[in-house]
């Protein structure tokens, strides 16, 4: 069965550095998402992308963060200056279309960042 | 402003007997309600959608919009059910989560 993957699982990185975590959409899929989990929180909305731009993106996503699909198959959320308030699961999200009633958003397992 | 609310973080329920999570929501329109769960150590994934009005692995999920409830049942729980529940709001282009209720069936 086809399914995101996200690389890597875990990430450890010093405070101020830049950081890129990857994720493959399944294949057929046109939308993606980043979502992202802090430790004992909700999962909470960060940024869908269809069609090779932002179709929406919440108050977290600021200008420390970009998404890019640089090839045909990844989808990646970089952080420019990580910050420790950005230590979090972070989750991938690909749907065949848009998140209407009928449709499922397929999940990634997820790259937990840990800022130092 | 469009909020799912679950008032229980952790739900302890004895194997057999019924399971009730709760999942309020606030959305101003005709809502689209999700339950997602995630078992230990594995990815998030649908369990039901209130459109379909479908039973699977035993649990159902009744939207009650006069108390703007989206509860998720199941008559009799089982030792595999213990996981992480979610109940979500659909709000144009993206999925609104609640914090989660961990279920944990007690042998």
């Given at each position: 069965e086809p399914e995101v993957t996200q690389t890597p699982s875990h990430q450890v990185t010093q405070m101020g550095q830049e950081v890129i975590l990857r994720c493959v959409p399944i294949s057929n899929h046109l939308y993606f998402y980043w979502y992202r989990q802090i430790l004992g929180q909700k999962v909470e909305f960060l940024v869908s992308f269809y069609n090779n731009e932002i179709s929406e993106k919440s108050e977290i996503f600021d200008d420390q963060f970009s998404v890019e699909r640089?090839?045909?198959s990844n989808f990646t959320l970089k952080i420019r200056s990580t910050k420790l308030e950005d230590s979090a699961m972070y989750f991938c999200a690909s749907t065949?279309?848009?998140?209407?009633?009928?449709t499922e958003a397929f999940f990634g397992q997820g790259t937990r960042l840990t800022v130092v | 402003a469009q909020r799912v609310t679950q008032p229980e973080k952790l739900l302890s329920v004895f194997k057999g007997a019924p399971v009730e999570l709760k999942c309020n929501y606030s959305y101003s329109g005709s809502p689209e309600l999700f339950w997602y769960v995630q078992y230990s150590r594995q990815r998030l994934q649908l369990?039901?959608?209130?459109?379909?009005r479908e039973s699977i692995k035993g649990f159902t999920a009744d939207l009650n919009k006069g108390e703007t409830s989206f509860h998720l049942k199941k008559p009799f729980a089982q030792e595999e059910d213990s996981a992480m529940y979610y109940c979500a709001l659909r709000r144009d282009d993206k999925i609104i989560f609640g914090k989660g209720t961990r279920l944990h069936i007690l042998p």
């Open positions: 640089p090839d045909g065949p279309q848009g998140t209407g009633a009928y | 369990l039901l959608r209130h459109i379909s």
